[in-house]
């Protein structure tokens, strides 16, 4: 998703706005776990005159942080179920609707994810993803193919990744918490160290309405170790929540006053 | 999606709605293949002034066919790759975004699918789903796992199932073309007769934003049969279209004139 094309006027456009100090920043999360602690960091409070359509369940948080505008999304409960609306239709669809009400700078989507000890990741650890793309899309067709991996690059951001000492990685997304043969024979071919049930669906609305976006993910299961995943994901999920908010938090700063290219 | 609760205020509007002649339906199909035969049989113009933001691929064609205002939308060719934006984030976005922008009264999303010949289907029969879920989007945690499935109720239509003599069946959707073992098991789970990679989502967002949906889909490929799906897919797409073709135009001259509750 990096701005790309030279000599034109539009990359003339893209680089003015580069230069320009990053001004709002759109953080999206999947579950109200995940976005409360950084809600209370931030003091942001909730858009009760909402942006949003009546009758979605999507949740808005703003605030102003230092020189920042700070809009924090998450798809709130099912409004029959009361589960978090977790996955990629819902993450699009807030994603979507949040950049059309809110014209952010940059989108950073936060959340826990599963890693694998093959690639060395360890619970808690905070990934900044560099690729992101799906493992549960398989459209054996020429090109087709390639759409449903949906492989993209997310906006490239060296200075923030060697500051703030994050590890980086591939992303892979797919809608189910655990883990087929087939799954995991895409996410191996996606070589990701890190698997999450948002980030590439983020991404590619992120890509269509050409917003600059971010992925940092916080290691909450090991989807090669012993446990079974839903088992360890509910067990670590508050503790590594607070690890993300960490991250997220560090990245918020280092974002404060620079703009896109310092990034 | 029917419309549910008795005796509320709500219920009454509702009620008032349902006696009303549907006006305006919205059409959502996933291909252009698929798109085309009905948009030249409604004469449909496309859209050159687009309700849709700027850069995204969704194509949206109108016209007026006796009563009927009718809008059909399809999600585009991806714009880095040129093929169709198959499968439901595409979907789900622009269903969401015809609904806020044309506020249709009932939408029928057209399309082509898989079907199983254990549940008795041939290729080129046009079933209309009586209920949607995916089959992709497992979570096994208790509750998420029912949001996972996202069983949901298409809007009731007896009169016109029975007056075209369509085949009725459940429909089950998933991202890929090809199922995977646990994917097969879910589809089993959902006991679903039709399998297809857009339904359940544009139900998702039907119900989210309250509008009636129904879902035509013809088959294209046994799933239980002996040719592998793709290739039965694209040996069949362009004959399978004419059947969905001329079942959707049989729908809409059934729908001109009538109310939802007298579909």
Request: aromatic share 6%; with cysteine; net charge negative.
């Given at each position: ?240 929540t607070a690890a993300l908010d960490q991250a997220v938090t560090q990245v918020v700063d280092f974002i404060n006053g620079k703009c896109l290219s310092e990034l």
């Amino acid at each position: 998703m990096a701005p790309h094309g030279e000599g034109s006027e539009e990359a003339m456009v893209v680089q003015d706005e580069n230069r320009k100090p990053i001004s709002s920043i759109l953080i999206v999360i999947a579950m109200q776990t995940e976005a409360m602690p950084i809600v209370n960091k931030f003091q942001l409070k909730e858009d009760l005159d909402s942006v949003f359509p009546k009758g979605v369940p999507w949740v808005r948080y703003h605030g102003v942080y230092k020189d920042l505008h700070i809009d924090l999304v998450w798809p709130g409960k099912d409004s029959t179920l009361g589960v978090d609306s977790v996955g990629t239709i819902s993450a699009s669809l807030v994603t979507y609707a949040a950049i059309q009400a809110l014209q952010p700078d940059l989108i950073i989507n936060a959340g826990t994810a599963g890693s694998f000890k093959v690639k060395g990741a360890s619970i808690s650890d905070v990934f900044l993803a560099s690729d992101v793309a799906f493992h549960d899309r398989r459209i054996p067709i020429p090109v087709f193919d390639l759409y449903g991996v949906g492989s993209r690059q997310s906006f490239s951001t060296p200075n923030l990744l060697k500051e703030l000492n994050l590890k980086a990685g591939k992303l892979s997304t797919g809608d189910s918490l655990d883990m087929s043969p087939q799954e995991e024979a895409s996410i191996v071919a996606n070589d990701a160290t890190v698997k999450d049930m948002e980030g590439a669906a983020v991404a590619y609305v992120a890509d269509l309405l050409k917003v600059p976006a971010i992925f940092i993910k916080a290691v909450t299961d090991i989807v090669d170790g012993e446990k079974p995943t839903a088992e360890e994901f509910l067990q670590n999920l508050a503790a590594v929540t607070a690890a993300l908010d960490q991250a997220v938090t560090q990245v918020v700063d280092f974002i404060n006053g620079k703009c896109l290219s310092e990034l």
